[in-house]
């Protein structure tokens, strides 16, 4: 497996709860004691009830101590910034790779940091190989066996999984807003709804997160978007599928200003 760079969109935001979040339990491998000092900036988010936390990077975690260091000195949770996607875990067909994935989970339990899994649906990042099965109609096999390898390996030890990420796309004109992607060429867009399906089947400890970005700032095409998101969540809700998050990514723009009222009354 090729080593992790930077991400395109290294996110870690906050998760809106649709409902209430299972307890995440520590594990047999856990410190004593959480690894955040007391002057953390962990600490001084907890004082207001919520958490801080870092995406983390597989290859500089192995390569600079200070980096691991600061990570666990200062951060309450933790995500993997690119060594849970597909592009990075599955390049080829015979080559499925957990090792950064694993040293990201183990560098969490080791320091009693909560753990989220990022991301198991996407439209960037997919091997050529894997198009391919898309659009030759294995699209609902090849979804099963890449949650169900990712998210069934990890079961117990993620608090949450991004299991769709940046699906809205009003720009593209189809009346139910969804972004045009090779997993709703394929799949049409029931793949929303199964794929928190599998998840949970996979991995029902963890809650289901809907990732999205562009949601926070005013702007008519941001507008659009939050309208979109909102009767999309009333009809998964209604539907019984198991979402129990909405990640707002926080891509913040100087020219695009924050109206308060407006995102009060999206939350």
């Given at each position: 497996m090729s080593r992790p760079g930077p991400s395109r969109r290294a996110v870690l935001g906050g998760a809106l709860g649709l409902a209430g979040s299972p307890v995440f339990a520590a594990g047999p491998g856990f410190a004593a004691a959480p690894s955040w000092s007391e002057d953390s900036l962990q600490a001084a988010a907890a004082r207001k009830g919520v958490a801080y936390g870092s995406a983390v990077n597989g290859t500089t975690l192995r390569q600079d101590p200070a980096y691991g260091r600061a990570l666990a000195r200062e951060a309450g949770i933790l995500v993997s910034e690119n060594a849970m996607k597909l592009t990075y875990a599955w390049r080829a067909p015979d080559s499925l790779d957990f090792t950064y994935a694993d040293e990201v989970a183990a560098f969490a339990e080791t320091n009693r940091q909560r753990l989220r899994g990022h991301t198991l649906v996407w439209h960037e990042g997919l091997p050529a190989w894997v198009g391919e099965r898309l659009s030759a109609g294995e699209g609902e096999v090849f979804l099963r066996r890449w949650i169900g390898a990712m998210a069934g390996r990890y079961r117990g030890r993620i608090e949450a999984w991004d299991v769709v990420n940046e699906i809205c796309g009003p720009q593209d004109g189809r009346p139910d807003g969804l972004r045009r992607t090779p997993w709703l060429a394929a799949l049409g867009p029931a793949y929303v709804?199964?794929?928190?399906?599998?998840?949970?089947?996979?991995?029902?400890?963890?809650?289901?997160?809907?990732?999205?970005?562009?949601?926070?700032?005013?702007?008519?095409?941001?507008?659009?978007?939050?309208?979109?998101?909102?009767?999309?969540?009333?009809?998964?809700?209604?539907?019984?599928?198991?979402?129990?998050?909405?990640?707002?990514?926080?891509?913040?723009?100087?020219?695009h200003p924050l109206n308060q009222d407006k995102l009060r009354t999206f939350l």
């Open positions: 709804d199964l794929a928190f399906r599998i998840q949970h089947a996979v991995a029902p400890d963890a809650a289901g997160v809907w990732n999205e970005n562009d949601l926070e700032l005013d702007a008519d095409w941001i507008d659009q978007r939050r309208a979109m998101v909102l009767r999309t969540l009333e009809g998964m809700r209604r539907r019984g599928v198991p979402i129990r998050r909405l990640g707002l990514q926080g891509h913040l723009y100087a020219k």
